[in-house]
């Protein structure tokens, strides 16, 4: 049992105090419980807030963090990510999603979806560590059936080696400028004989979509719905260059759509997403990083504020509220996901993160809201299934992961 004692926090939009008590991995009261706790924190300058989840992401590039930089997306993949990635290897990809899982547990992240290769790497990085993740089996076969089938085995491997951990899974066609229509299928059914979620990067360019249409004389929404690739379990990252229809008809189909702002503003992908679109037809819209190669960071914080920010700038200043930027990276995630976290409430999983109150760049707090998304907030401690992760802003054995990752780093470099 966990008594955070004196403790304010934020139940919707409402900041509450008071005491919150964990038992195993759930909330079992809040309000005056009282116990005679394992473990007592004393919590009367912190503030709890659920746990932030990261939707999109590509954990071990944190591997090319600062690698590639001032290129515009195509040139960045084709010259230099993907030839580094040809020479990836199970260690490498496990050490460096482990330095990313401890970058989003120090940031206040508890949960992230991934796509990236040998997921079961990242998996062991997941359970050594104590977040909670997605994790996908990910494929392209530009358009060549053999490399589909080639493809279509390691996938059906992977997600079986997957079921070995505590993750959730998916499989992951990378784009339709990478993988043929026929993979776009195969990835369907696949999902559905598995009952695993599809992870995916929608309409990120206007060349991407351009040149799916002079291909297939269609949209590339549209498309998709012709083989009813659209669906609840899809998760599409940037969902950038949509219309109007095809934003409906993604709402209708009950898909969800992760922004990613600063990816979307650092490869200058030339069009914001249409949030206020989004929201009118209904599309559950989700938040995340993207991988470290093109942030160059893991801080849902940061993306929070460049979320509100870039939607204000383009939209106009009442378009977006701070709150909206925190319920897309928590409850809304959460339903997402279909699992009981992103909100404080008695029964609710016990994924919390507190916040240091007391620092300069935090204070005064008119509206704490406003500080969560656009000051700088301390993350003092993180509870992940009902476990402390992150203690006084310290990852235990964070110093000698560094250490194996940068050694592993320079291998892989020279
Ligand atoms: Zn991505």
């Given at each position: 049992m966990i008594l955070i004692e004196n403790v304010k926090f934020l139940v919707g939009e409402n900041l509450k105090e008071g005491n919150i008590l964990i038992d195993g991995n759930k909330i079992v009261a809040i309000g005056d419980a009282?116990?005679?706790?394992?473990?007592v924190i004393d919590a009367k300058d912190?503030?709890?807030?659920?746990?932030?989840?990261?939707?999109?992401?590509?954990?071990?590039?944190?591997?090319?963090?600062?690698?590639a930089e001032d290129m515009p997306l195509q040139e960045w993949l084709e010259k230099k990510i993907w030839p580094a990635e040809m020479r990836l290897n199970e260690k490498v990809v496990y050490l460096a999603s482990k330095l990313a899982c401890v970058e989003m547990l120090k940031t206040g992240t508890v949960f992230f979806n991934d796509m990236y290769f040998f997921p079961s790497a990242t998996a062991r990085a997941v359970e050594e560590t104590g977040i909670r993740a997605c994790?996908?089996?990910?494929?392209?076969?530009?358009?060549?059936?053999?490399?589909?089938?080639?493809?279509?085995?390691?996938?059906?491997?992977?997600?079986?080696?997957?079921?070995?951990?505590?993750?959730?899974?998916?499989?992951?066609?990378?784009?339709?400028?990478t993988v043929s229509i026929e993979g776009l299928k195969r990835s369907v059914e696949i999902a559905e004989k598995e009952n695993v979620f599809i992870h995916f990067h929608l309409a990120e360019t206007e060349k991407e979509?351009?040149?799916?249409?002079?291909?297939?004389?269609?949209?590339?929404?549209?498309?998709?719905?012709?083989?009813?690739?659209?669906?609840?379990?899809?998760?599409?990252?940037?969902?950038?260059?949509?219309?109007?229809?095809?934003?409906a008809l993604l709402g209708?189909?009950?898909?969800?759509?992760?922004?990613?702002?600063?990816?979307?503003?650092k490869l200058s992908v030339g069009k914001v997403m249409n949030?206020?679109?989004?929201?009118?037809?209904?599309?559950?819209?989700?938040?995340?990083?993207?991988?470290?190669?093109?942030?160059?960071?893991?801080?849902?914080f940061n993306e929070m504020k460049f979320c509100a920010l870039l939607q204000k700038f383009y939209y106009g200043a009442e378009s977006f509220r701070a709150f909206e930027a925190f319920r897309i990276s928590t409850e809304n995630a959460g339903r997402a996901f279909r699992i009981n976290s992103g909100r404080i409430e008695e029964g609710w999983l016990a994924d919390l993160v507190l916040l240091d109150l007391?620092?300069?760049?935090?204070?005064?707090?008119?509206?704490?809201?406003?500080?969560?998304?656009?000051?700088?907030?301390?993350?003092?401690?993180?509870?992940?299934?009902?476990?402390?992760?992150?203690?006084?802003?310290?990852?235990?054995?964070?110093?000698?992961?560094?250490?194996?990752?940068?050694?592993?780093?320079?291998?892989?470099?020279?």
């Open positions: 009282k116990d005679k706790s394992d473990f912190l503030v709890a807030i659920p746990g932030l989840f990261n939707c999109h992401t590509h954990s071990a590039m944190t591997l090319f963090r600062g690698y994790l996908s089996s990910a494929f392209f076969d530009f358009f060549n059936s053999e490399i589909l089938e080639a493809n279509m085995k390691r996938v059906e491997k992977e997600l079986k080696e997957l079921k070995n951990f505590e993750v959730l899974r998916a499989i992951a066609p990378h784009a339709v400028y979509v351009v040149e799916f249409k002079k291909k297939h004389g269609k949209g590339i929404v549209k498309a998709l719905d012709e083989i009813d690739f659209l669906s609840p379990r899809l998760f599409c990252a940037h969902s950038v260059w949509l219309d109007k229809e095809e934003i209708k189909r009950g898909v969800n759509a992760i922004h990613c702002p600063t990816s979307n503003m949030f206020p679109e989004m929201r009118k037809s209904g599309v559950n819209v989700l938040l995340g990083t993207d991988g470290a190669a093109s942030n160059n960071s893991l801080n849902m007391k620092q300069v760049h935090f204070a005064p707090c008119h509206d704490l809201i406003a500080n969560l998304v656009y000051a700088n907030s301390t993350v003092d401690t993180v509870i992940v299934d009902g476990k402390i992760v992150v203690e006084n802003r310290y990852f235990e054995g964070e110093e000698k992961l560094l250490e194996e990752f940068s050694k592993e780093v320079e291998r892989f470099f020279t």
